[in-house]
């Protein structure tokens, strides 16, 4: 539309190729059969729309992303997906794969990894992440913007870690984005951010703690975005911008009850995003036997996190099994083969066993509080035993425990001797506790079709309208590019935060523009263009 109002673009690759189209229920595209002219047929094809989504992460938490996918084809819409875990991923679902660099699980095994962890040193630990993720940062949002330009989608979802770089290609293209997380992320007073490891009661400390982590956070990646905004032709940010933006938080209201303060909007809760299974589990023998011989079973699942000693650490479970008359299987999915190696009589070490086969014959769960193994607990109805390896792990002890489904007391994986263990199961093999963990999981099942939805709200209205934004330096413009007026000290120079060219304030309009809190300046055209 701006060549055909005369207007020059800047870079005219940036629109190669183009991007989304009007929205509408149906979008015709026509296609010219090779015939002779007079037999010219016109054929009516619905217009595919195609979705984007961005993960990097630990392999373990890939599940949702994969999940959402699977439900926006069977919308209709094409799905490609960029990762760092296409290993991991049954790639076969998607109509295109992108790789990302980095791999947790190495990083997990490192000794800075583990010496942070062990010790419970949340700074030193929130290093270890962005030195690691610093390594590959500038390759892997090469690598997005890439995948963008092939994939040409017409919106954008990934994880929070990816937050600002795909803000910046949102923006850029002018295209709804969503991010989801699997713990609560979006400030609120009544409770404190999951990563500090706290639980403070007082509205403004709590506001405060989300406020300095999101500086903190800022400080090491800030440089890193606006090196790659100024990529794309986009203003420096000079923060971290999370509120206002849309996304999903995984966690179920009858897990976390919606704060007060979190906008409708903004912020979409569900359960956990999973896959059905694509057949039928049979378990081995082995399996059946070890079950059948079980006066009561436990499941065990600390993920792909390393353990403090993982030989003594089994050795306690060992014990506190044996002098309760309990039995346990450990899953060793997310594992390396190193681990684990000390055979117990009451442990079990499985792999590739349906949760959905093995989590409701047992009695109880002990894990970390990893998000994964955490959310299919709670669907399939057992209480939990929550020992932390990593700050963020605590939140979980409190929450669930104010719900009879947890133990009370706090303590750290890297604490845990065999009395604590026998205490905590103790307190949990009651009727009351089994009956709370089955109300839970009535609340936690579903909500992909809901969030589709959603999505789909966040999508039209925010669909991009052919703007691409280019920013226009201020010194590149001496007079409104509307009405041609010179800018002087008294008429200051405005950018159209969809086009990115510069205007007086007269020729400016307020209006919705994607990915940006509130309504925005934008110049007439584009006003116009947004409101057709």
């Known amino acids: 539309w701006m060549e055909e109002e005369g207007q020059e673009l800047e870079d005219k690759s940036l629109l190669d190729p183009p991007v989304g189209g009007q929205f509408v229920e149906i979008e015709e595209e026509i296609i010219q059969k090779d015939v002779e002219p007079q037999d010219e047929e016109i054929i009516i094809r619905p217009r595919q729309y195609g979705i984007l989504i961005i993960f ?82 500038a390759s892997n949002m090469r690598a997005m913007w890439k995948a963008v330009q092939e994939f040409q989608p017409n919106a954008l979802l990934s994880g929070v870690n990816n937050l600002s770089e795909c803000l910046a ?35 403004i400390v709590n506001r405060f703690m989300y406020w300095s982590s999101y500086k903190l956070s800022w400080s090491f990646i800030g440089p890193h975005i606006n090196a790659f905004r100024r990529e794309l032709k986009l203003p420096n940010q000079t923060e971290y911008i999370y509120a206002k933006i849309p996304h999903f938080c995984l966690v179920p209201e009858s897990v976390l009850p919606r704060p007060s303060d979190w906008l409708p909007n903004v912020v979409f809760q569900s359960s956990y995003w999973t896959c059905p299974s694509q057949a039928p589990f049979q378990p081995s023998d082995e399996l059946q036997q070890f079950i059948a011989s079980s006066e009561g079973l436990v499941y065990l699942d600390f993920g792909s996190l390393p353990l403090p000693d993982d030989e003594k650490t089994l050795s306690q479970f060992h014990v506190a099994l044996s002098n309760l008359g309990l039995r346990a299987v450990i899953n060793m999915d997310w594992c390396p083969p190193d681990v684990y190696t000390t055979e117990h009589t009451t442990i079990m070490k499985i792999r590739d066993v349906a949760p959905s086969f093995i989590i409701p014959k047992c009695v109880v769960a002990i894990h970390s509080g990893a998000p994964a193994t955490l959310n299919t607990i709670l669907k399939l109805g057992i209480p939990s035993i929550i020992y932390p390896i990593l700050p963020d792990q605590a939140f979980w002890v409190n929450r669930l425990s104010s719900l009879g489904v947890c133990q009370t007391e706090l303590t750290y994986l890297r604490d845990i001797t065999s009395a604590i263990i026998e205490r905590d199961i103790t307190s949990l093999r009651t009727e009351k506790a089994k009956a709370s963990a089955l109300e839970i999981a009535q609340d936690s099942r579903g909500g992909i079709s809901q969030a589709v939805d959603q999505f789909l709200q966040v999508f039209q209205l925010g669909e991009n309208k052919g703007v691409v934004t280019n920013w226009v330096r201020d010194e590149d413009a001496t007079a409104c590019g509307t009405c041609e007026k010179q800018f002087t000290f008294l008429n200051r120079r405005h950018h159209c935060r969809s086009c990115g060219k510069i205007f007086c304030l007269d020729c400016l309009a307020l209006c919705y523009v994607p990915n940006y809190n509130g309504h925005q300046m934008v110049c007439r055209s584009c006003f116009s263009i947004r409101h057709k």
């Open 56 to 137: 990097h992460g630990d392999p373990s938490e890939a599940q949702p992303y994969v999940a959402f996918g699977a439900a926006m084809k069977k919308q209709g819409w094409k799905v490609g997906i960029c990762s760092n875990c296409l290993a991991v991923i049954e790639t076969r679902r998607f109509d295109a794969t992108y790789e990302l660099k980095g791999n947790y699980l190495d990083l997990y095994h490192t000794d800075s990894f583990k010496s942070a962890a062990f010790k419970g040193a949340l700074v030193e630990l929130g290093r270890v992440f962005l030195n690691d993720m610093e390594r590959h940062m």
């Open 169 to 203: 290609m949102g923006q850029k293209l002018q295209i709804p984005y969503m991010f989801l997380t699997t713990y609560p992320f979006n400030p609120t007073k009544e409770f404190s951010p999951p990563a500090s490891g706290s639980n403070v009661e007082v509205g």
